[in-house]
Nanobody, 129 residues
C-alpha cells in the first residue's frame, strides 16, 4: 500500500507564500515504483468540486499546471523522488481550499483525478484578504 502524507498548509495573507509537501511511503515504495510514477495536487474549496492544480512525473520531471496557478505555483520533487512539493507564491483568497496529494501510474491525462490511485488526507490552505 502507498501512503501519502501532506504537510505545510496554513493561514496566510493574500500575496504571501506557502510550500506544501507530500511524502510517499509504504513498505514497497521506491524511487522507481510505478504506482507513484505520476504525482499531483488537487484542491477542493467548500461547495465546489475537486479540481486539478498541478502534476509531475517523478522520473522525467515533466510538469503540468492548471491555468489559474501558472506563474504562481511550482511543482517539484526531491532528488530521492519520494517527496513532492508545491511552492505557492502570490496567493489569492480564491486559492483557499483543502489541498490533496495524489499518486498514480501515470496513464492518461494528468489532470483527471480518476487517473490517480492513492490520495492523502489533505491539508487546509486559507488565504485571507
Amino acid at each position: 500500500q502507498v501512503q501519502l502524507v501532506e504537510s505545510g498548509g496554513g493561514l496566510v495573507q493574500a500575496g504571501g507564500s506557502l510550500r506544501l509537501s507530500c511524502e510517499a511511503s509504504g513498505r514497497t515504495v521506491s524511487t522507481s515504483d510505478p504506482r507513484t510514477r505520476l504525482m499531483g495536487w488537487f484542491r477542493q474549496a467548500p461547495g465546489k468540486q475537486r479540481e486539478f492544480v498541478a502534476a509531475i512525473y517523478r522520473t522525467t520531471g515533466d510538469s503540468y499546471y492548471t491555468d489559474s496557478v501558472k506563474g504562481r505555483f511550482t511543482i517539484s520533487r526531491s532528488s530521492a523522488q519520494n517527496t513532492m512539493y508545491l511552492q505557492m507564491n502570490s496567493l489569492k483568497p480564491e486559492d483557499t481550499a483543502v489541498y490533496f496529494c495524489a499518486a498514480g501510474y501515470g496513464v492518461g491525462n494528468p489532470n483527471n483525478p480518476d487517473r490517480y490511485d492513492y490520495w492523502g488526507q489533505g491539508t487546509q490552505v486559507t488565504i485571507s484578504s
